[in-house]
Structure formats: C-alpha cells, structure tokens
Nanobody, 122 residues
Framework: QLQFVESGGGLVQPGGSLRLSCVASGFTLDYLTIGWFRQAPGKEREGVSCISSSGGSTMYADSVKGRFTISRDDAKNTVYLEMNSLKPEDTDVYYC???????????????WGQGTQVTVSS
C-alpha cells in the first residue's frame, strides 16, 4: 500500500526558507498527481500546491504563488516543496497525498502522510 513520509519542517524566521520532502513507498508515483496541503488546529485542510503525474503541470494556492515551488523526482519516489520568503501565516502542519486526478481539492486525495510541522516565527 502506498505510504508517504514527510520531512524537512522546522522553525524558521520570517523571510527564511525550508525544503519539504515527501517520500513514497509501496507504490510508484509515476501515474499520480501529488499534492501538498496544510492544516492548522481547528481549521480546514488547505491545498498548497500539486504537480501532475508527468511533472509538466503545477498548481499553487494564491497565498503561496511566487514563493513556493513544487517538484518531483520519480526515480527517488519523492516530491519536494521549496518554500521561500516564509511568513508567520505559513505556520501549519504540512501533508502530502496522492490523487488520480489533477487539482487542489483535498477530497480528491488519499494515502495521506502524517505531516511535518512548519513554524515561522522570530
């Protein structure tokens, strides 16, 4: 069964950068859209970015456009989220998941990882 493990989160100052990794096991990612989501306690899960199965298409939430970059390395079964110019409002638990369709709606995704905490604070 497909499983994801996210890593790379941590504490960073405003304006700083982090690179999140999402490593998959149990299944090849070749035919799947992979998405990054974030969620704060008591809030709904928000789609941050996704990348198509070919890697040729990407999508970003308006709040992160121009600051975050998603990429994938299918040889390593890994998807990355490069986060720059981080803001305190980016503080959340970040999750990755897989979908057979393309988009940022959480309901279309399955095989969620356990998440990695990102905290942006001075």
């Amino acid at each position: 069964q497909l499983q994801f493990v996210e890593s790379g989160g941590g504490l960073v100052q405003p304006g700083g950068s982090l690179r999140l990794s999402c490593v998959a096991s149990g299944f090849t990612l070749d035919y799947l859209t992979i998405g990054w989501f974030r969620q704060a306690p008591g809030k709904e899960r928000e789609g941050v970015s996704c990348i198509s199965s070919s890697g040729g298409s990407t999508m970003y939430a308006d709040s992160v456009k121009g600051r975050f970059t998603i990429s994938r390395d299918d040889a390593k079964n890994t998807v990355y989220l490069e986060m720059n110019s981080l803001k305190p409002e980016d503080t959340d638990v970040y999750y990755c998941a897989a979908s057979w369709s393309y988009g940022l709606g959480p309901a279309e995704y399955e095989y969620w990882g356990q998440g990695t905490q990102v905290t942006v604070s001075s």
